[in-house]
């Protein structure tokens, strides 16, 4: 089982990105997917969760307003669409398929995990 994620790459503050995770349709099409990120020196963190269905969603509080996540299942892709991008959000980004069909943002939940892809944010 692979999730591979992409989009990442390096942008001015205010700017966006759109970041894809794509997986086999069996990974995918009962489970939440979800957004995390890893800054330097710190922890990885939750970004942003949609349940299987699309139909909810949840974000961090450093994220809500500014990025959105969508769910593409004919495609088995989600994405993380980030405006207004500040060089705190500066940070690996991985996805991850949880073991639950619903939104959680528990990182011991979400069993398949993403390679990572690099965002960087210049002032």
């Known amino acids: 089982v692979q999730l591979q994620a992409s989009g990442g790459g390096l942008v001015q503050a205010g700017g966006s990105l759109r970041l894809a995770c794509a997986a086999s349709?069996?990974?995918?099409?009962?489970?939440?997917v979800g957004w995390f990120r890893r800054a330097p020196g710190k922890e990885r963190d939750f970004v942003a969760t949609i349940s299987w269905n699309g139909g909810s969603t949840s974000y961090s509080d450093s994220v809500k307003g500014r990025f959105t996540i969508s769910r593409d299942r004919a495609k088995s892709t989600v994405y993380l669409q980030m405006n207004n991008l500040k060089p705190e959000d500066t940070a690996v980004y991985y996805c991850a398929a949880s073991r639950w069909s619903s939104i959680g943002s528990y990182q011991d939940d979400y069993i398949y995990w993403g390679q990572g892809t690099q965002v960087t944010v210049s002032s």
């Open positions: 349709r069996r990974t995918f099409s009962n489970n939440a």
